[in-house]
Structure formats: structure tokens, C-alpha cells
């Protein structure tokens, strides 16, 4: 994974949205599921074209955007649902994140990937939600 270290990421691809310590552990996943959308058709960790290392930095991202909403929802930092003043008490909201929510995170994973390998390899990217549905939605 050196081709796609954090220099990459603000000289070439323009990133801002990571800071320097969480990209090589968000790069990572993100080669690993690009490798597995493409069917091992894409290895991002070798020597890979300029659109395969961009792929990986926006893919990055929106792992990022999907851990920050993963804490929010399941963490310490969860939503907050109601809080009284007197006799002090505080609830937090317990639902994971929402559909709209996961819908928007794997769109954009999607988009992602189209934008930068769908010219690549044509019809051979594949995508699907990295978080279970539940059933009837």
C-alpha cells in the first residue's frame, strides 16, 4: 500500500476530510473492499493507475463518515434523546443508524467506485451494503 500513502491523498486526490494517523488504517479497508467489488479484478495495494488510487482515497471518506455515524449511533458519543433538569436525567437514543442514513453511505460508496473505476472495468464493479437491512426494508 505505499503508492496510496497520505502524501497521495493531499497532493494528488486533494483529500482534506482525514487526518494523517487514520488514513493508512481507512485506506486499507478501503482496498480491501474494492478488492472484493471488483472480484480481485482491482489490487490497490500493488502498483495501481492514478484512478484506482483515487478510488481508494473517496472510498476512504465515506468509511470515515460511516464510523463517525457508527459511534454516534452505537458509542459514547450517541445521540442524545431527551435530558430533564430537575432530579437530572439523561437518555440517549438507542436505534443504530437510520435507512436513509445507510442508503446515502452506500450510494456514495457506489458513486465512489463509478466515478473512478467504472471506466476501468466496465460492468465489474459490484457493490453491496456493508450493513445487514432488516427484513421488509
Known sequence: MAAIDY??????????AI?????????????????AWT?????PEEKSPEA?????????????????LSAAAFGEDRR????TVGDWSRSYAVSGPTDTEL????????????????G??????QSWPSVPRRKGR
Open 80 to 83: 442524545l434523546a431527551g435530558e
Open 7 to 16: 502524501t497521495f491523498y493531499t497532493g494528488s486526490y486533494l483529500g482534506n
Open 19 to 35: 487526518r494523517e494517523e487514520e488514513f493508512p488504517r481507512l485506506a486499507a479497508r478501503a482496498c480491501e473492499q474494492i478488492r
Open 52 to 68: 484506482v488510487k483515487k478510488a481508494v482515497c473517496a472510498l476512504a471518506e465515506v468509511l470515515r463518515d460511516e464510523e463517525r
Open 120 to 125: 476501468l472495468f466496465p460492468g465489474r464493479v
Open 103 to 118: 442508503k446515502l453511505l452506500e450510494r456514495r460508496k457506489r458513486e465512489a467506485l463509478e466515478l473512478y473505476l467504472g
Open 39 to 43: 472480484r480481485d479484478a482491482v489490487r
